[in-house]
């Protein structure tokens, strides 16, 4: 205990001693605690460390707090599976489908414009299957890899590898579509063993049907044989004792060829080592390449396989994974000049496939590790392919990456605490330690010869600590220039480790409807005086998961030329002749999507804003879906902003600045010859476009017209430029309720029915 007569200025001249002295650093709380609590002067509540500690706590407390108020959405994703898909440290792999007249020239099936009305999928995208399509209550998924197709006429089977969510393990599923690969049926699993299995090899020889899955787990190379096609299988033998991964086979030049890596070999470079092997039959027996490793190298140059080997126009072609940065980052593809049983040699060519530029929004924006293309009967080729849109480990990189991060700003706390003296001593003496005591049963570090070291490197570190208060005052200009810069580390310290724990991937990902994904067009209207608020908008937009083409109506002035902008799709200009407002919603057929998202280019919100927004369309494609409601009633009609239609809790209009809708339905309607009179209106004003296509659509139908999705957060970028035609606001509402009172003339009122807002089960309209 430290002695009752010592006050605080004979604890600051005290010497501990470093063998179980009564001295203790002022910042230790336990030693603190250790003063006499009779003092209501000098309990450990009012002490200065204390204090400096609580403060420091709730001060990045609260902006940790903020940080993720600011940027997380406060709506919650649906999960895409009951069963699985949960976040995997080996990632988030999904499949996806192409298309091309030869392996070379292969592009996803989102150009090929296959719709599905069921899922309102106008065009059908990729990834076509997910863990979500093979999940169920038996055998949860969390991802699935490694596709390989099997075609039997029309009918095309998909075999996968499928990570188990319960078991963790690899297991070998299958799924069939009898419309080339728009729709898949998950048929269960076809291969369940007691160990890992991947890359199910799915191939035909002598009229039966054969399996070749990776069990290097399992130490051997197998071959299973179909009793019953697709789901039962029987080991047929053990083709190699060697643990192979990722091994194909094909038949060329009168043999066949086993390509495999065989990490175990000695002196094997992981991801980067290649073996050969031939036989007269794929039931072997199998005899090593003469020049076996072929591959040894940077993991970076496609040793390891990447699928199936094909031929095309009497060439034989490997496919080959870049492994550099991450795991399967990318294929790289090979032309094989010269295999002979004593001789191989390859050079590479270009794949042909299109990579996004659409980093982690997309399904396959990080990495695609395995392809595998085959011939249809037609002659066209189509090809099933993998894809992740984060490296391998990510959850593990954010978790350390975000502890490295929190102790750092630790660190900055103790260092900012010295600076200020409220922290004395940085590291605790002897009897914090808990030394003075000499037992044969305590811990080493209480023991009197290493208490004793610790007690000199920490005397040094205190007078350290010491020398800097005295070189660093913090009444100067210069002190506090370091306090600000020291703080503002801090803060970005909190935000950083905030995101690293709690951000997920960072990934803004497109939502499923009835399992499948789609695109849309994203329209905007401008002209030159807005061109820094277009870059802007393209380029943030672009990213978008589910954007298709930016079309850009150009109403005045020099259109820009559409390779200056920073994007990731197509952007098309469209120049009008007339500067007017109406242009918004003509016709236009170069358009390829049903879906167009018609969004004022000084409006910026979120991607995952505007992907809801889409979902939220999908499912009800005769709606008006956006982001902006409006309330229109009263007698005589009178317009007013989304406050009053939040006071009345409910809605019945959308504005178009910023909605989904049809673009074949809704543009027919606005060029029709019954909405003549009010695009003249439209014209005259300069304004009220969006109210005439609400009249046009809700008088037309007897069904709700209209829906709002709320977005997290949505900034108007007019108001930071003279070019607004609504810049005045009293002005503009006036001119509006002069549109909705000649409008009400000629279409009738809008219907009476008001919406209410917090009526979807997911609570986006809240």
């Not at 298309?99 to 999928?121: Q, T, V, Y």
């Not at 393209?538 to 902008?565: L, T």
Request: hydrophobic fraction near 35%; aromatic fraction near 12%; charge should be positive.
């Amino acid at each position: 205990m430290a002695r009752e007569d010592m006050g605080e200025k004979g604890l600051k001249h005290s010497v501990p001693s470093s063998l179980g002295g009564g001295g203790c650093c002022d910042m230790s709380l336990k030693c603190r605690c250790r003063w006499r609590w009779d003092s209501p002067a000098r309990t450990c509540v009012l002490s200065l460390t204390f204090i400096f500690f609580l403060a420091s706590f709730l001060i990045f407390g609260a902006l940790g707090m903020f940080f993720a108020w600011l940027t997380f959405s406060p709506f919650e994703k649906p999960a895409m599976s009951p069963f699985g898909c949960r976040e995997d440290n080996e990632g988030s792999w999904s499949i996806g489908v192409y298309r091309g007249r030869n392996p070379f020239a292969l592009h996803p099936i989102e150009e090929e414009g296959i719709s599905n009305d069921r899922s309102s999928a106008w065009p059908v995208a990729n990834p076509v299957f997910t863990c979500a399509s093979a999940s169920d209550s038996s055998h949860p998924s969390n991802f699935v890899a490694d596709p390989f197709l099997y075609i039997q006429g029309d009918v095309l089977y998909l075999f996968f590898e499928t990570k188990n969510a319960i078991t963790m393990q690899g297991d070998i599923g299958v799924a069939k579509s009898i419309d080339q690969g728009v729709t898949w049926q998950h048929l269960g699993i076809a291969l369940d063993e007691e160990f890992h299995l991947s890359y199910p090899f799915v191939f035909g020889y002598d009229g039966q049907i054969y399996m070749m899955p990776e069990s290097s787990q399992k130490g051997d190379l197998r071959l299973y044989r179909a009793l019953n096609f697709p789901l039962e299988w029987r080991l047929e033998k053990v083709l190699l004792k060697k643990p192979l991964v990722d091994t194909t086979l094909i038949h060329y030049n009168e043999n066949y060829w086993l390509f495999g890596s065989d990490v175990s070999r000695f002196g094997a470079i992981k991801n980067g080592e290649l073996e050969i092997w031939y036989a007269n039959s794929p039931l072997g027996p199998w005899k090593q390449h003469k020049g076996n490793p072929v591959h040894n190298f940077d993991k970076s140059l496609g040793a390891r396989n990447a699928g199936r080997p094909f031929v095309y126009d009497g060439h034989l072609y490997r496919m080959g994974q870049d492994c550099g940065d991450t795991y399967g980052h990318r294929i790289r593809a090979f032309k094989l000049e010269v295999l002979t049983k004593e001789k191989y040699r390859e050079v590479e060519v270009p794949l042909g496939i299109v990579e996004s530029r659409k980093g982690r929004n997309a399904w396959n924006g990080n990495r695609y590790h395995h392809l595998d293309a085959q011939q249809l009967p037609s002659g066209d080729w189509i090809a099933v392919m993998d894809g992740d849109r984060v490296p391998s480990g990510d959850s593990t990189r954010r978790f350390l990456l975000g502890s490295l991060t929190l102790l750092f700003l630790g660190i900055l706390i103790i260092l900012v605490g010295v600076l200020l003296g409220v922290v004395r001593c940085v590291f605790p003496l002897s009897r914090c330690l808990g030394a003075g005591k000499r037992s044969d049963t305590l811990p080493f570090w209480t023991h009197p010869q290493f208490t004793s070291k610790l007690h000199k490197v920490f005397a040094r570190l205190n007078r350290s600590s010491s020398a800097l208060r005295g070189r660093i005052r913090l009444n100067t200009c210069g002190g506090t220039l370091l306090l600000c810069f020291l703080f503002f580390l801090g803060a970005a310290s909190i935000c950083f480790t905030v995101r690293c724990f709690f951000g997920g991937n960072g990934a803004e990902e497109a939502y499923p409807v009835e399992g499948q994904y789609s695109q849309f067009t994203m329209l905007t209207m401008t002209y030159e005086a807005r061109l820094w608020n277009l870059k802007m908008y393209i380029k943030h937009y672009s990213r978008c998961a589910s954007v298709r083409e930016i079309v850009v109506i150009w109403n005045k002035g020099q259109p820009p030329n559409p390779n200056d902008f920073d994007s990731t799709v197509p952007v098309r200009i469209r120049v009008e002749k007339k500067n007017s407002l109406n242009n918004r919603f003509k016709a236009d057929p170069l358009i390829k999507t049903r879906a167009v998202l018609e969004l004022d280019d000084d409006i910026m919100m979120t991607c995952n804003d505007v992907e809801r927004g889409f979902k939220a369309w999908r499912e009800h494609p005769d709606r008006l879906v956006g982001f902006y409601p409006r309330l229109i009633d009263g007698s005589p009609l009178k317009y007013r902003d989304e406050k009053y239609a939040r006071t009345r809790k409910g809605y019945n209009m959308i504005l178009t600045g910023a909605a989904f809708m049809d673009s074949q339905s809704a543009f027919q309607k606005y060029f029709s010859d019954e909405a003549k009179e009010g695009r003249d209106i439209v014209d005259k004003y300069f304004n009220c476009e969006d109210i005439l296509m609400n009249f046009l659509l809700a008088n037309e139908s007897s069904s709700r017209t209209v829906e709002y999705v709320h977005p997290a957060w949505a900034i108007d970028t007019s108001k930071l430029s003279s070019a607004a035609i609504s810049r005045n606001t009293q002005v503009h509402y006036r001119t509006r309720t002069h549109c909705l009172l000649k409008f009400s003339e000629i279409y009738g009122h809008l219907p009476l029915q008001k919406w209410e807002f917090d009526n979807r089960k997911d609570s986006w309209d809240l």
